[in-house]
């Protein structure tokens, strides 16, 4: 059964900066995209970032462009998602996905 496994929420003042982890199998990351998510209360769940499989080219929401930084380390089976600069507007349950399958998700909350 394929698994994606998030961690590395958690609480930050505004300003600081968070890295999220999904560990996905290696099969996964070799044929397929990971994206990262998130869900806010009370909204639907919008796509944050994504890293292809093929050549590692990338995409950032408006939202997220400039503060968020998507990366993969193909050795350990992992993709990142570092924010910096974080925002309250960024609380939400952040869940990585790839081949269909969704994590968890990690709850990042941003407050003073």
């Known amino acids: 059964q394929v698994q994606l496994v998030e961690s590395g929420g958690g609480s930050v003042q505004p300003g600081g900066s968070l890295r999220l982890s999904c560990a996905a199998p290696?099969?996964?990351?070799?044929?397929?995209?990971i994206g990262w998510f998130r869900q806010a209360p009370g909204k639907e769940r919008e796509g944050v970032s994504c890293i292809s499989s093929s050549d590692g080219s990338t995409y950032y929401a408006d939202s997220v462009k400039g503060r968020f930084t998507i990366s993969r380390d193909i050795a350990k089976n992992t993709v990142y998602l570092q924010m910096n600069s974080l925002k309250p507007e960024d609380t939400a349950v952040y869940y990585c996905?790839?081949?269909?399958?969704w994590g968890q998700g990690t709850q990042v909350t941003v407050s003073s």
């Open positions: 290696e099969f996964v990351l070799d044929y397929y995209a």
């Open positions: 996905e790839g081949l269909g399958v």
